[in-house]
Each structure stands twice: as structure tokens, then as C-alpha cells.
């Protein structure tokens, strides 16, 4: 009996010793916003510093729910989900993309956002176009879509209009899996996707291709498309295709491209075949390169994309150079 007990006792060590970290971590939990204070607005050695302290810790991992002001409005999100956690600490997300893209918005503008997640492009947008513009902020995962919808409430924009619906090119119902809480941004509709990043099964949604998403005025005045959708790329754009001669000359497409899931020449090849050509836009998600940005990259720097790519990368699609 004493020996049963004893080895019962070892097998549940490591489970209690869990319980115990996780109980000791959030007390921890008020001392966030602190954390949060020095990495973004310290100076830069002093960020740095506390930033490759508690990131090697359990703190940036912990649960706590924010409403931060941003650049372009105030954004609320859980600081234990990457994206929400680089907003919170380092003020940004995507820094050259989101240059880039508020670049070539302006007043009257329309921008559809394909995977608009908790809604950090949808804010930038939105605020770029003013109130003579367009947003359209489409979203698959009921769970990101739900943050999606609070920010964009929180902030109390008309401008914009919400989709929970998947894009494809086909009507029809697919399969969601939605990204672990450490990083929702992942949640897929591509089941090779979602085996490789370690999303769950969350039910079905409804698809459909996005001309049939959008309206004719929003189709008309279309100047900025993004299309993040973790693998589903290609079928986005199979079903985008018929739209892409309806809208203004001077459409440009941020993309995303995931090489393990589809042939990216033959993806690009009814795009180039309208004048199209892909440029590569630096894109980086290591925490230094957050603290140390400072400025976008310069007209000269951005490289066509001319071979096919080895990993993910992102891309401008444009008549013109960036």
C-alpha cells in the first residue's frame, strides 16, 4: 500500500507543480500593466532589457484582458494572444504592412479585409478613409469574430461593415478550426492548416466567394484588398477572380502566401496575366524587430517577387512599384 501511494504521489508531482506555478503565476497578474509601461514607452535599452526579462517567464503567457489607445483608435484584446500582445507592448502590429496600407488609403476609399481577425487593419482602415469611406471586415472564426466586433463598437465606427462568414470559391459549408488562445490569428478553414499550427475543430461556417460578400458601390471603389486567411489563399482568390475586372484600375492586394499549401505561380498567373506584379514586403514577427523599428522601408528596398518562395511570405500585389 505504502508503495502504491508512493508511486501514485510521483506520477501526480508533475501535475501539481503545474497547479502551483500557474496559481504563484497570476499573482503576478497587476504587475502586467507595469511590464507593459516600461517595454513601450521606456528607453530602448530599458525596454529591451525587461522585455527579454519577462518574455523568457510565464507573464506574457498570462490571461489579461486590455483597452489600450493605438494610433488608430482604441483597441481591446487579451494580451496572452500574440497579436493583442505585440498592440499592447509594442503599440503596433505588421508595422511595414500597416505603413504600406495607410499609405494608399485616403478619404472616400474602400477597403475589404479578408481575415480580419480582432480587427487591427479594420481600425487602421477605418480611420484612413474617414466617413466617406468603406470598410469590410470579414472574419470566419465566430470567436475572433466576436473581438472583431467589440473593437470596431468600442470605437464606434459607421464606416464599418461586418462579415462572420468564410470566403472561398464556392458557396457551401467548411470546416473551422480556431488557433490556440496564444494565437488566434492562425484559425483556419485549410484542415493541412490547421494539423500543422495546432488548431481544434470548431464547427462549421458558411462560405462564399467574395463578390457575392460585397456590393456593387463597395466592389466600385475598391482600392485596398487584403487576404490573410492561414492556407486558403488560392480559393479566395479563384472565387475573387470574375470580380477583378469590375473594379478600379488602381486596386492593390496585400497577400499572404503559404507555399506548403498551393502552387504560388499558378495562384499568381491570372493576376499577372492584368498587369499585376508582386512585391515582397518585409514582414517580421521577432519581438526585436518591434523594438528596434523605427522607420518603413524605403521605395528602393522592396523586391519583385520573380521565384517561388520557401516559406510564407507576404506580398504587394500592384501595377506600380510600393
Known amino acids: 500500500m505504502i508503495s502504491l501511494c508512493n508511486e501514485t504521489s510521483y506520477y501526480m508531482q508533475p501535475q501539481m507543480n503545474e497547479r502551483w506555478k500557474a496559481r504563484v503565476a497570476q499573482c503576478f497578474v497587476p504587475f502586467i500593466p507595469l511590464a507593459r509601461v516600461l517595454v513601450r514607452y521606456g528607453p530602448l535599452d530599458l525596454r529591451t532589457t525587461i522585455w527579454n526579462r519577462i518574455g523568457r517567464t510565464r507573464l506574457v503567457g498570462l490571461q489579461h484582458r486590455f483597452t489600450v489607445g493605438t ?73 475572433n469574430f466576436l473581438r472583431l466586433k467589440e473593437n470596431v463598437s468600442n470605437n464606434r465606427l459607421a464606416n464599418v461593415r461586418l462579415v462572420n ?26 484542415p493541412s492548416f490547421a494539423e500543422r499550427r495546432g488548431c481544434e475543430f470548431a464547427g462549421q461556417i458558411r462560405a462564399r466567394p467574395l463578390p457575392e460578400l460585397l456590393t456593387p458601390d463597395e466592389i466600385a471603389t475598391l482600392r485596398v484588398l487584403k ?31 503559404n507555399p506548403a499549401e498551393y502552387d504560388i505561380d499558378r495562384l499568381l498567373r491570372p493576376i499577372r496575366k492584368r498587369g499585376f506584379r508582386a512585391w515582397v514586403v518585409p514582414n517580421q514577427y521577432k519581438a526585436e524587430y518591434y523594438l528596434n523599428y523605427s522607420a518603413p522601408y524605403r521605395r528602393d528596398n522592396f523586391e519583385e517577387l520573380l521565384k517561388t518562395p520557401e516559406t510564407q511570405v507576404d506580398v504587394l500585389i500592384s501595377r506600380t512599384r510600393p
Request: proline share 6%; glycine share 10%.
Open 71 to 143: 494610433e488608430y483608435g482604441r483597441f481591446t484584446g487579451d494580451s496572452s494572444d500574440m497579436i493583442s500582445q505585440y498592440v499592447y507592448y509594442f503599440g503596433q502590429w505588421e508595422p511595414e504592412v500597416s505603413h504600406l496600407i495607410r499609405q494608399r488609403l485616403r478619404p472616400g476609399h474602400t477597403f475589404v479585409d479578408v481575415g480580419a481577425n480582432t480587427g487591427w487593419f479594420t481600425l487602421l482602415a477605418a480611420d484612413a478613409v474617414g466617413p466617406t469611406g468603406r470598410v469590410v471586415g470579414i472574419e470566419a472564426s465566430p470567436t
Open 165 to 190: 462568414e468564410a470566403v472561398w470559391s464556392s458557396q457551401g459549408l467548411l470546416s473551422l478550426f480556431q488557433g490556440p488562445p496564444s494565437h488566434s490569428g492562425v484559425s483556419t478553414v485549410v
Open 227 to 257: 487576404i490573410d486567411v492561414e492556407g486558403a489563399e488560392r480559393e479566395v482568390l479563384l472565387g475573387s477572380e470574375p470580380m477583378l475586372d469590375s473594379v478600379p484600375d488602381d486596386l492593390e492586394i496585400f497577400l499572404e502566401l
